[in-house]
Nanobody, 115 residues
């Protein structure tokens, strides 16, 4: 059974940083591109960043480019999202999934950026 477990969210002040982790199971993790997504209240889920299966290719949405960094450790079946210079508009529930996504969403991790 495919499972993604996100962690690392929390409450942070504007300008702060967080590092999210995503533990994957039930898939041959090293074979697939992975993505980080988020969904803010009242908005559709959006793709923020994606990384190729080997980790050398990355791509970012304009809204997070230069502030967020996606990475992965295939030996640990884990993907990461380093988030710096956080803004209130980054407040959302953050999810990881394959890219393109499959219909197995985890519970996500809440990120709240507020003073």
């Amino acid at each position: 059974q495919v499972q993604f477990v996100e962690s690392g969210g929390g409450l942070v002040q504007p300008g702060g940083s967080l590092r999210l982790s995503c533990a994957a199971s039930g898939i041959a993790f090293k074979l697939y591109a992975m993505g980080w997504y988020r969904q803010a209240p009242g908005k559709q889920r959006e793709l923020l960043a994606r990384i190729g299966s080997g980790g050398s290719t990355t791509n970012y949405a304009d809204s997070v480019k230069g502030r967020f960094t996606i990475s992965r450790d295939n030996a640990k079946n884990t993907a990461y999202l380093q988030m710096n210079s956080l803004k209130p508009e980054d407040t959302a529930v953050y999810y990881c999934n394959r890219y393109p996504y499959v219909n197995y969403w985890g519970q996500g991790t809440q990120v709240t950026v507020s003073s």
